[in-house]
């Protein structure tokens, strides 16, 4: 809400409600991305592998995701955000998910490596209960992946040497720090937080508003 005072006599107060957003310079990269690069709209998740209700989204929530990307004007990044608290194994977790998709990527190409991230940490997510509780999960981790059909040569010595753990690290820190993220998963239309995540006429009111806002923007800028 902003508040504007009139210098006049006497002084008139006027009201006007801005609605909360997100500067999108401050979401940093995305780990991995469906959808065209140029999309007008992005929708941003904010995920835990290790938590329940992202499981959930994983199962009900991507699917009205993907019937948005069907739009053509949309892309869906996925961002990590361990909460480490809670839950021991969700970095370990986000780590080797992107070491799957690296071997997937060394062998097959880009493409090959964003299909065994997708598939790998859907994996994850319907297998939870096989590797939430263990003390060291990349046995399981290795053996769901193998289930999957992706390759797993190089996946217990790339989590243990840390290849990937920066890239998890500055995405917790942003998430965190940064963004004030407290839990997951959180969702964005471009900079709008997503209320009902598994509503698809909610991701649909805030690109709308988001459209209002930049137009705004534009006629402020030429004023």
């Known amino acids: 809400m902003a508040v504007a005072v009139s210098e006049e006599e006497p002084a008139t107060v006027s009201l006007r409600f801005e609605p909360q957003a997100v500067d999108v310079a401050l979401f ?11 999309a007008r709209y992005v929708v941003r ?16 929530g991507m699917p009205v995701v993907r019937q948005l990307l069907e739009r053509g004007d949309v892309r869906f990044e996925v961002h990590h955000l361990p909460l480490k608290s809670i839950h021991p ?19 097959g190409g880009e493409a090959a490596g964003e299909d065994a991230f997708w598939a790998f ?51 917790y820190r942003v998430a965190v720090q940064d963004l004030g993220i407290t839990g997951t998963p959180t969702l964005f239309v471009d900079g709008l937080k997503v209320g009902d995540y598994l509503d698809v006429a909610a991701y649909e009111r805030l690109m709308r508003l988001s459209d209002a806002m930049a137009a705004a923007a534009n006629d402020a800028t030429e004023e």
């Open 45 to 60: 998740e904010f995920t835990d592998l290790q938590c329940p209700f992202c499981a959930r989204f994983a199962t009900d």
């Open 89 to 107: 194994n969700a970095t370990v977790a986000a780590e080797a998910a992107e070491c799957v998709a690296d071997e997937a990527r060394s062998t």
């Open 121 to 171: 940490t859907d994996a994850l997510y319907a297998a939870q209960a096989r590797w939430s509780e263990l003390p060291d999960p990349l046995p399981a981790f290795a053996a769901i992946a193998a289930e999957a059909g992706l390759t797993t040569d190089g996946l217990t010595m790339c989590v243990r040497t840390g290849r990937f753990s920066r890239l998890v690290e500055d995405s």
């Open 28 to 38: 940093g990269p995305a780990a991995h991305a469906l959808g065209p690069a140029d």
